[in-house]
Nanobody, 124 residues
Framework: QVQLVESGGGLVQAGGSLRLSCAAS????????MGWFRQAPGKEREFVAA????????YYANSVKGRFTISRDNAKNTVYLQMNSLKPEDTAVYYC?????????????????WGQGTQVTVSS
């Protein structure tokens, strides 16, 4: 089992920044890659970003490319999402997820473990 705990969400004005953290515990040695997803009210959960196990490959949704950066610190079993130039449409609950295999990083159904989420609210 893997446990994921997100932190760092909050309220920020448009154009501001936030950094989300996701701390993993349990069978962390089995994690192949990790990702961030988000879900706005009334919408489906959507892919935001993902990073491979060694951190050498990253993937982003077009809507956040150039504004968000995903990174990981394997020594701390932690993944980060640096969010800059935030927009009101970035408002959502952000979820951290872990997967044990390769595949389609953009597909939420391929992630086996999820955190409880952290709220990000961007005011205009």
């Amino acid at each position: 089992q893997v446990q994921l705990v997100e932190s760092g969400g909050g309220l920020v004005q448009a154009g501001g920044s936030l950094r989300l953290s996701c701390a993993a515990s349990g069978r962390t040695f089995s994690i192949y890659a990790m990702g961030w997803f988000r879900q706005a009210p009334g919408k489906e959960r959507e892919f935001v970003a993902a990073i491979s196990g060694g951190g050498d490959s990253t993937y982003y949704a077009n809507s956040v490319k150039g504004r968000f950066t995903i990174s990981r610190d394997n020594a701390k079993n932690t993944v980060y999402l640096q969010m800059n130039s935030l927009k009101p449409e970035d408002t959502a609950v952000y979820y951290c997820a872990a997967r044990y295999s390769r595949g389609n990083y953009y597909n939420r159904d391929e992630y086996g473990y999820w955190g409880q989420g952290t709220q990000v609210t961007v005011s205009s």
